[in-house]
């Protein structure tokens, strides 16, 4: 399975800094030693005319260029630099190459060990999101299709990280080729919440069976709504967030909460033949062992998946 990182480029952010910037490498060392079937390269950094895609070129200007102003950089909660732009570039890079491997080159399945970065909207960025690299992956990968393929390409994002996808479903308001379905905390960030195609809203406290429950519910949902035009595409945002260890994220789903709800994504797209492009989202855990554990696991059945879709593909 190919997966693509970023984590060479760190920030320099401040001591006590609440971001864990670290757990990028911990993760990819940890696909590294205990995962063989995965092929990890670094992922190239998104062009300005891809960005633009989703964004404005105002925007991408005062980020490439280091003119946001201070409010801008505390909105996202990093302090500027160009190792900051660079990864910026580089995580929707990687979620652009883990798309194109899924959709073209029959993979069925990929994924990006940064990414998710649903809170930015087109003119600006937040909640330590600078560029929203699913939003630019999926409309990439529509023109490249319909350049191919002469057909429109249909684009579902499935968004389970614990915070709504404010920013996905912002770009996205108008547009009916690309469903957005966010599954978060009521109470979290964003407390301004945009409108999503599907929001479910989850009580704090939230455990394993219910949130199951409810995302079976929003998966059929999902399913019903596009009747008899289904997606060609998927974007999975895998959040490790929802976990009961998360600082941030305020529910109570345990590992093998995490690691079902992976398995009922990934199969239910597969059993449709959807490609899927996963990002790896927030995780914030008190213990970040934890939390790179949890994206571990998720990368384990994403690599289950992607060798069953490769089987029914010889069968």
């Known amino acids: 399975m190919r997966v693509f990182a970023s984590d ?6 401040p001591a006590g800094h609440s971001f864990p910037m670290s757990k990028y490498r911990l993760l990819r060392e940890a696909a590294e030693s205990t995962l063989p079937g995965v092929r990890i390269s670094e992922a190239p950094p998104a062009s300005d005319g891809e960005l633009a895609l989703a964004h404005a070129p105002a925007w991408i200007s005062a980020v490439s260029e280091g003119t946001t102003s201070a409010a801008e950089q505390r909105e996202i909660g990093f302090p500027w630099s160009q190792r900051m ?17 899924a959709l073209f080159d029959g993979d069925g399945v990929a994924a990006n060990l940064a990414g998710g970065t649903h809170h930015a909207q087109a003119h600006k960025g937040s909640g330590y999101c600078v560029f929203n690299d699913v939003a630019v992956a999926a409309r990439l990968m529509q ?9 429109l390409l249909r684009v579902i994002v499935i968004d389970l990280d614990v915070h709504q996808g404010n920013g996905t479903a912002a770009i996205f308001a108008d547009d009916p080729t690309v469903f957005t379905l966010s599954l978060h905390g009521a109470k979290n960030f964003p407390f301004r919440k945009e409108v999503s195609d599907l929001d479910v809203d989850l009580p704090d406290g939230c455990t394993d069976a219910p949130y199951l429950a409810a995302l079976d519910a929003a998966l059929a949902e999902a399913w019903a709504r596009h009747g008899d035009a289904p997606p060609g595409l998927a974007f999975y945002l895998a959040g490790a967030d929802p976990h009961e260890n998360d600082r941030l994220g305020r529910l109570k789903i345990t590992s093998e909460g995490l690691a079902e709800r992976d398995r009922r994504v990934l199969a239910a797209l597969r059993e449709r033949r959807i490609p899927v492009a996963l990002s790896m989202a927030g995780g914030y855990g008190r213990d970040l062992a934890t939390t790179v554990a949890v994206q571990r696991r998720t990368l384990e059945e994403a690599l289950n998946s992607w060798r ?5 593909c010889v069968a």
Request: proline content about 3%; cysteine-free; glycine content about 2%.
């Open 143 to 151: 023109a490249e299709w319909h350049r191919k393929n002469r057909r």
């Open 85 to 101: 732009v660079e990864r910026a570039r580089r995580s929707v890079g990687a979620t652009i190459a883990a798309a194109r491997v």
């Open 8 to 13: 060479h480029f760190v920030l320099p952010l």
């Open 308 to 312: 069953a879709w490769a089987a029914e």
